[in-house]
């Protein structure tokens, strides 16, 4: 930002972690321009003076250069706005890098201790070193633009040219910038192929209504954004992410862990473990910068394939963060998304959750609760609400092999965590599977009981894994007492699904069950 701002000849005068807004997309602004409003040089012995200009928050922290308080040039200038340098801005930019790196918890000057520094009674650099006695760049970084004397503080530029490749990424200047700037601003080349940028468009039409103002506005936003989508590929080679791309076209299984792309490739999505050891923009979870700005889009999106896409694009980039970030930073926007008033965005919604939870290779012991107390709650909701929308229900009842997958998965995560823990585990446990067998049983039932035949189907050709994690009585119980009433259905698709599905899932319920229930049923049911 500075270099932009200093490279058009502006100044700012009152740089702080106050006057630097985040968007939603993680894209930081600066703002509050002080120049020719606050005065550059403040007495030293008026406190007060200082308070009034520079601190109306009443913290502790002080941003100002030292060379800013200075009585001899403010009684010599004639304009209290003259004097202002690029040196005091990099200075405050300074103070602001540090106290991010410490979230905001300690200021590196305190207003005392900014004239301790002016007269060389404090150490700054030992200051910086016992802060951050393991990051030598982040010390150099803030040393070089903190200097006591403002000749030796690094311009904008040549700070980021010294620390390219060090503590700035060679990606960031490349690719990782721009592909940002050029979602979260609309004024690039993603915009351009679409027309003017949204400032451009509102400012030329000031008698258009407000509604008109926000339609054009969010067929712009629709617009960069599908370019983006189509531009995927792309941004993933030129970030080095490593893709597994395939040209299979054939009809891919609904739980099966690929991703079809704009170009029609199909691409093979990874762990984050297999990844990280290849690229160091994947070990930097660089992705984490671009999912930021998706999932801010994903809130604003208004069509339907647009929220398809950008779902897409998420469980793409997600390859490329860790379980936890994924988690956190992903998992919520795809569990929001099921709310959607559009059924196809529920599905993929759906399916995207699945194949996340599928991605994961570790879980911690505060996130053992996920599937129980978050996800499965919101899959039950789902299917209360699908009550009217036979295309969603059959497109449930088919990711139901895929979501028992996961719930074994996850067991297996859960029981790493306490392979040599004491007792108090195997209660933890059993209530684990007792909550995954309960709302397990309330989906089953659901769809075993639908009203609608091609919903019973879809479910009955994914039923093999749901009677492995049932278990044969709780199978015999459960599913088994549904679908021997499937022989004197009206429908013979039904019928003939039953009759394949059966065979398979025989061995799982029992000799008993077979012999008793199923061969009598069937034989009856022939002679019918």
């Known amino acids: 930002i500075l270099d932009s701002v200093h490279s058009r000849g502006c100044l700012h005068g009152d740089i702080k972690l106050e006057n630097l807004l985040i968007t939603s997309g993680n894209w930081v602004m600066l703002t509050d321009f002080s120049k020719n409003i606050k005065p550059v040089f403040i007495p030293e012995d008026n406190p007060n003076e200082y308070s009034f200009y520079f601190n109306t928050s009443q913290r502790t922290a002080c941003y100002l250069a030292p060379e800013r308080f200075n009585n001899k040039k403010l009684n010599r200038s004639s304009d209290e706005f003259a004097g202002l340098t690029k040196e005091m801005d990099i200075f405050s930019a300074g103070c602001c890098i540090f106290e991010i790196f410490k979230e905001a918890s300690k ?11 002016k007269n060389n009674k404090l150490d700054i650099r030992l200051k910086l070193s016992q802060e951050f006695p393991n990051d030598k760049y982040i010390c150099d970084l803030i040393m070089d633009m903190v200097d006591l004397y403002s000749e030796k503080r690094l311009s904008a530029s040549d700070l980021l040219d010294k620390y390219k490749n060090k503590l700035f990424p060679g990606y960031f200047y490349s690719v990782m910038y721009t592909t940002v700037q050029q979602l979260v601003t609309y004024e690039s080349e993603f915009s351009s192929a679409f027309g003017k940028p949204i400032s ?34 792309t941004v993933c080679l030129s970030m080095h992410y490593p893709m597994n791309k395939s040209s299979v076209t054939e009809h891919l299984s609904i739980d099966a862990p690929f991703v079809k792309m704009y170009s029609a490739t199909v691409l093979q999505l990874q762990k984050f473990d297999s990844l990280k050891g290849k690229e160091q923009s ?73 194949l996340l939870l599928g991605l994961l290779s570790h879980i911690d012991q505060d996130n053992e609760s996920l599937l129980i107390d978050y996800v499965l709650p919101k899959f039950r909701s789902l299917l209360q609400n699908m009550k009217h929308d036979v295309y ?137």
Not at 200 to 208: A, L, M, V, W
Not at 427 to 448: D, Q, R, W
């Open 107 to 117: 200021p590196l000057f305190t207003f005392s201790e900014i004239f301790k520094y």
């Open 282 to 354: 994947v070990a930097d979870q660089s992705a984490l910068s671009i999912i930021a700005v998706l999932t801010s889009f994903l809130r604003t999106l208004k069509t339907a394939q647009s929220q398809v896409y950008c779902m897409d694009t998420l469980i793409v980039l997600s390859q490329y963060i860790d379980d936890g970030s994924k988690i956190d930073n992903v998992l919520p926007y795809f569990i929001m998304m099921l709310s959607s008033k559009n059924s196809e965005v529920q599905v993929v919604a759906l399916q995207k959750c699945l």
């Open 200 to 233: 451009d468009r509102i400012n030329t039409e000031p008698d258009t209504s407000l509604h008109k103002e926000f339609s054009s506005l969010q067929a712009t936003t629709e617009s960069v954004f599908y370019f983006f989508w189509k531009n995927l590929e």
């Open 392 to 528: 969603g229900k059959i497109m449930f009842a088919q990711s139901m092999s895929a979501l028992t997958k996961v719930i074994f998965s996850f067991q297996d995560l859960v029981i790493e965590n306490h392979l040599s823990s004491d007792n108090e585990f195997d209660e933890e446990m059993l209530n684990f599977n007792s909550k995954v067998l309960k709302y397990m049983e309330l989906l089953t039932v659901a769809f075993l009981t639908d009203e609608n035949t091609h919903v019973r189907i879809a479910f009955l050709k994914n039923i093999a894994p749901i009677c492995r994690l049932f278990g044969k009585e709780r199978s015999s119980d459960i599913i088994l007492s549904h679908l021997i009433t499937y022989l004197n259905d009206k429908s013979a698709n039904l019928r003939v699904q039953f009759i394949e599905t059966i065979s398979n899932i025989a061995v799982l319920l029992g000799t008993i069950s077979f012999e008793q229930y199923i061969l009598p049923l069937m034989i009856q049911a022939l002679t019918d």
